[in-house]
């Protein structure tokens, strides 16, 4: 049985706080959906000609699997549909399909709309049939359907009546407030689907069971899921489209997105890296933790039998299995880590995996920690394997930060709005030398780091041209018990391009020289290993 997804990441994602999505990052976004196979895109909604004209582009892009759906609310009480300017921007939107959203709770059609229920079934059947009537297809949000039905089912149903015989050809029963249990969700839309056909759902998480109350849904009868990427969305967000997917067909045996399955991970990923969010590397099925194992027991399991501690084969959502390496896992977890390097190296007794834990025990004495820093820990392996390479020397380096604002408060008084337009600036200047070749550059950033990054990359730009597609993502400060180290600080920083992330640690007891560590490695792992791939 196929069961439709509709992706709302461009609209009810982009209400999620602190999620910015411009134009471009927008048709990135919709090129990847469409490549993933996603059955409905639902574009923001479309309110003045600015949004037109997005909605224009988004259309001229030919997409192969998925349909771009406009986005509208009914027509206003007493007000008439064709005349209404909403409802017009997506009669006019270049798509066949639009989706509409009414009320399908009487205390909302009395309190938010100020209306009575029966001319919320007027609207709700004038709107739909205004963009029936001009050649769209509708689907129909029933907004708070969840809470309209537990204070009065039999208007939440006629609700429902009068969208599908206004001719909508998908109702949605919203869980709005995200405060539905999956067991409830459940037994409402069996009752629903056993008098309406193409029932569709939309939960948001705000009790944290958004998945969970969608696939109650679906295995009650509903036929479509609207979902965002990563769960994003207003408030605590939405059902997250990484998790619904596998959960649907891999574990449940419906047909979603097919075999393009193993395409999630590397999607999900480049959407995250197109709308600028953080990657929840936790994330079920697809984050660099689902299927990373610590315990020594775990990652010898896996060895044996991997469906001993994996529930899913982890290349069939794109993703990867990896064991998470401290000398306390010991020589077993890692002769993985060798041999997936070196097969020939990778027995737990050879001397190649003894002299990696004795330098890995070294190391951690001295404040290094590879669990959430892979990408060192390669570039360690290679080391010892004598395969590590040397793409640049660096000759030398300098950070300059100048607060300006403190200077000009001493040099002279200001208003406090002045004072706070200007900003602190950093500069750094690299000198290096790339096979007898040197190369000096400076760069500014809104931070020591970030200067030191900008600098690096553009001075190795000139000799390697890939390096331009990687940068820094995330970055994490941990200054380590004095008593022990001395206050030496651990930095560990995480780069991407576009495709991978990987993670880099370094330690020195001042910030500079543990972030210059990490830097290095990053460029390094990404030239050696993530150009390879």
Not at 177 to 193: E, K, Q, Y
Not at 299 to 305: M, R
Not at 345 to 355: F, L, M, Y
Not at 423 to 435: E, L, T
Request: some cysteine.
């Amino acid at each position: 049985m196929k069961i439709e997804i509709l992706d709302t990441t461009l609209r009810d994602g982009a209400q999620g706080a602190g999620v910015s999505l411009g134009d471009d990052d927008m048709l990135k976004i919709i090129s990847i959906m469409d490549s993933l196979g996603i059955d409905y895109i639902e574009a923001p909604m479309i309110t003045d000609d600015v949004g037109a004209e997005f909605f224009r582009n988004a259309a001229k892009s030919r997409l192969l699997s998925s349909r771009l759906c406009s986005f509208a609310p009914t027509v206003r009480p007493r007000a008439n549909a064709d005349e209404d300017l909403i409802l017009r921007y997506a009669a006019d939107a270049q798509s066949d399909f639009a989706v509409i959203y009414g009320k399908a709770s009487p205390l909302h059609v009395k309190e938010i709309l100020r209306t009575d229920e029966k001319e919320n079934l007027r609207m709700i059947s004038e709107s739909i049939g205004y963009l029936v009537s001009v050649g769209k297809k509708v689907i129909f949000d029933a907004e708070h359907f969840f809470d309209g039905y537990g204070d009065n089912p039999e208007y939440a149903m006629r609700v429902l009546d009068a969208a599908q015989k206004a001719g909508a050809f998908r109702l949605t029963l919203c869980d709005t407030n995200g405060g539905t249990l999956p067991d409830v969700i459940g037994m409402i839309v069996a009752r629903v689907a056993g008098e309406f056909d193409g029932i569709g759902i939309h939960c948001h998480n705000d009790i944290g069971m958004a998945d969970a109350a969608s696939i109650s849904a679906v295995l009650s009868g509903a036929c479509q899921v609207h979902c965002t990427v990563s769960g994003i969305g207003e408030r605590c967000g939405s059902a997250s489209m990484s998790t619904i997917l596998p959960l649907l067909q891999l574990k449940l045996g419906f047909e979603c997105i097919g075999d393009r399955m193993n395409r999630l991970t590397s999607s999900v990923r480049a959407i995250a890296e197109s709308a600028n969010l953080v990657f929840n590397e936790s994330a079920p099925f697809v984050g660099g933790h689902a299927f990373a194992h610590k315990a020594g027991t775990h990652i010898d399991g896996i060895k044996k039998l991997p469906r001993s501690f994996e529930h899913i084969d982890p290349a069939s959502v794109g993703n990867s299995r990896d064991a998470i390496i401290s000398s306390l896992a010991g020589r077993a977890a890692l002769a993985v880590k060798v041999r997936a390097l070196a097969p020939e190296a990778g027995d737990k007794k050879s001397p190649e995996v003894e002299r990696a834990l004795s330098l890995l025990r070294l190391r951690e004495s001295e404040g290094y920690v590879y669990e959430d820093a892979d990408a060192s820990l390669v570039l360690l392996i290679d080391g010892i394997l004598g395969r590590r390479k040397s793409f640049f020397e660096l000759i030398g380096f300098k950070v300059v930060t100048d607060n300006a604002a403190e200077s000009a408060a001493r040099r002279v008084e200001q208003s406090a709005a002045s004072a706070k337009e200007i900003q602190s600036v950093s500069a750094a200047i690299i000198k290096i030398r790339v096979n007898g070749s040197e190369e000096i550059t400076a760069a500014e950033g809104n931070g020591p780091v970030n200067a030191m990054d900008a600098a690096l990359r553009r001075a190795l730009t000139r000799f390697y041209p890939v390096i331009n597609k990687m940068k820094l993502t995330d970055y994490k400060v941990r200054v380590i018990d004095s008593k022990a180290t001395a206050s030496s600080v651990r930095v560990v920083i995480e780069s991407s391009d576009g495709r991978s992330t990987w993670r880099t640690v370094g330690v020195s007891p001042d910030i500079t020289g543990a972030s210059w560590q990490a830097l290095c490695d990053s460029v390094e792992y990404m030239l050696s290993h993530v150009c390879e791939q």
